[in-house]
Nanobody
Framework: QVQLVESGGGSVQAGGSLRLSCAAS????????MGWFRQAPGKEREFVAA????????MYADSVKGRFTISRDNSKNTVYLQSNSLKPEDTAVYYC?????????????????WGQGTQVTVSS
């Protein structure tokens, strides 16, 4: 069992930055692929970024490439999402998720564990 707790969300103006964190419980954090997803009102949950256990494989959605950076610190059981050059269309609830194994999935059903989400609001 893995429990995930996100933090770092908030309200910023367009062009601003936020650093989201996701703290995981459990001693097997480094055996999980970690992902970030987001869901805007009235829209489906969408993939943002994911990172494998070593950080050697990283995936990004096209909409965030060059602006967002995912990273992890296995010694702290934490995954991060540095979000720069934020746009109003980035406004959503951001979720952290964990998937077992070495394959890096980008679809929500392949992730077993989810956090409660943290709100990011970007104003123009």
């Amino acid at each position: 069992q893995v429990q995930l707790v996100e933090s770092g969300g908030g309200s910023v103006q367009a062009g601003g930055s936020l650093r989201l964190s996701c703290a995981a419980s459990g001693r097997t954090f480094n055996s999980y692929v970690m992902g970030w997803f987001r869901q805007a009102p009235g829209k489906e949950r969408e993939f943002v970024a994911a990172i494998n256990w070593s950080g050697g494989t990283i995936m990004y959605a096209d909409s965030v490439k060059g602006r967002f950076t995912i990273s992890r610190d296995n010694s702290k059981n934490t995954v991060y999402l540095q979000s720069n050059s934020l746009k109003p269309e980035d406004t959503a609830v951001y979720y952290c998720a964990a998937a077992p194994g070495r394959y890096v999935p980008i679809t929500p059903p392949l992730y077993n564990y989810w956090g409660q989400g943290t709100q990011v609001t970007v104003s123009s």
